[in-house]
């Protein structure tokens, strides 16, 4: 069942006896299963966006519960549930993902060993692996020999875990058995920096970059340009399409489809990026639902994040900027949200394409120096019997308290 204004959903089953729903999450598209497992409501996650293929597996489900099939823990190695998964979800998966998805797999059959039951993990298994992820460090080939790793990274590791786990609540052996019954998991705090590293990219550095973008890729000045002039994240940048670009109008679309939260809106756009683009334009003269970021090896696919995480390690070094761990293409996201924090924030949610304020104000938008004191500047005093007395915008000086 679908709808312009609700979000996928397909039912089967009878209902108060073997009825299963298959449903997208409104956010991120993925796919969940619910039904009712001896009077007690169920919800697993089946990790994809596979409409068809959520369907067969809420038909399958339904039939099992039709049968009266019982639930019974098979208690498989974490092993076997990485062959499986890897097996039968990983493929499905973006090349990157597919990348992430076997690293850990090796990750966590080093640290928990791969007989270990899966049924048997626990909070103390899930702070060691933390502890003794911090202390592996990145040892991914090519990177800076004993390079730490942050908190955002042990939790995508973590993610990946979980993300087996609920799999494998769902998932029947030949048996008909559930793998598992529960994710023994579920609940527990996700790893946390106490002071994350959040830098903005300064006007002064951002000059240095656009200047040296263009020896670096035809196309990475134009990149630049859009990261800063409409805080927008790389990832939904990289995904746009010629027909996005509305050049007469003076706007872009950003589809929900493509971006992390799903988010499909318009916002208009600066002087400097409706120049950048017609620009573009004018050098590849292509239309409708081109790529304006085509992959070099295959103008039918967007440019990789891996090609623009390069492109910006290059930009930075033609620079001569020393590198500041976690400044890449999120710090202008952060440098446009900081910029226009005088912006009432439904407008500025709206051009930067977040769904909550309190996402900018918490993560993005930073304090500085000349924001305080122009507050402190126009800052009212009370009066006599309690009135507000305004200062003078024509003087700096602070209205002296009247008693």
Not at 42 to 51: E, G, N
Request: glycine share 8%; with cysteine.
């Amino acid at each position: 069942m679908t709808s312009a204004t609700q979000r996928w959903s397909y039912s089967t089953g009878e209902r108060g006896h073997n009825r299963v729903r298959a449903f997208a999450h409104p956010v991120t598209g993925l796919l969940f299963l619910e039904f009712s497992d001896g009077g007690r409501r169920r919800r697993v996650a089946l990790s994809h966006t596979i409409h068809d293929a959520a369907k067969v597996k809420a038909d399958e489900l339904a039939l099992a519960l039709r049968k009266h099939t019982a639930p019974l823990e098979a208690d498989p190695t974490l092993q076997v549930l990485f062959d499986n998964y890897g097996r039968e979800v990983t493929p499905h998966k973006g090349l990157h993902t597919q990348q992430h998805d076997r690293r850990c797999t090796r990750l966590f059959a080093a640290f928990f060993g791969a007989e270990r039951r899966a049924s048997t993990l626990s909070r103390r298994d899930w702070d060691g692996f933390i502890a003794w992820r911090y202390a592996q460090g990145d040892g991914r080939t090519g990177r800076a020999q004993g390079r730490q790793v942050g908190a955002r990274t042990v939790e995508y590791d973590l993610k990946f875990l979980h993300t087996v786990l609920n799999w494998a609540v769902m998932a029947r052996d030949s048996a008909g058995r559930y793998l598992l019954q529960r994710n023994p998991l579920k609940g527990l705090p996700w790893p946390r920096a106490e002071s994350p590293r959040r830098p903005v990219l300064t006007a002064k550095d951002y000059a240095a970059m656009l200047e040296v973008a263009p020896r670096v890729d035809a196309r990475c000045a134009l990149a630049l340009v859009l990261a800063h002039e409409t805080g927008h994240r790389i990832g939904a940048i990289r995904r746009l399409r010629w027909s996005d670009v509305d050049l007469e109008g003076k706007s872009l679309r950003w589809r929900g489809a493509q971006d992390k939260i799903g988010f499909d809106h318009e916002t208009p756009l600066s002087g400097a990026a409706l120049n950048a683009l017609k620009k573009e334009r004018k050098t590849h003269p292509v239309i409708g639902e081109a790529w304006v970021f085509p992959a070099p090896e295959d103008v039918t696919q967007p440019c990789s994040s891996h090609l623009v995480r390069t492109w910006w390690a290059r930009m930075e070094r033609r620079a001569g900027l020393t590198h500041e761990p976690g400044r890449g293409w999120h710090s202008l996201r952060r440098t446009f949200a900081t910029e226009l924090k005088d912006v009432p924030l439904p407008d500025l949610c709206q051009l930067g394409g977040w769904k909550n304020p309190q996402t900018i104000v918490k993560c993005y938008q930073r304090p500085d120096v000349g924001t305080m004191r122009a507050a402190l500047a126009s800052r009212a005093r009370l009066g006599r019997g309690g009135a507000l007395q305004r200062p003078n915008r024509h003087h700096e000086s602070t209205p002296r308290v009247t008693t």
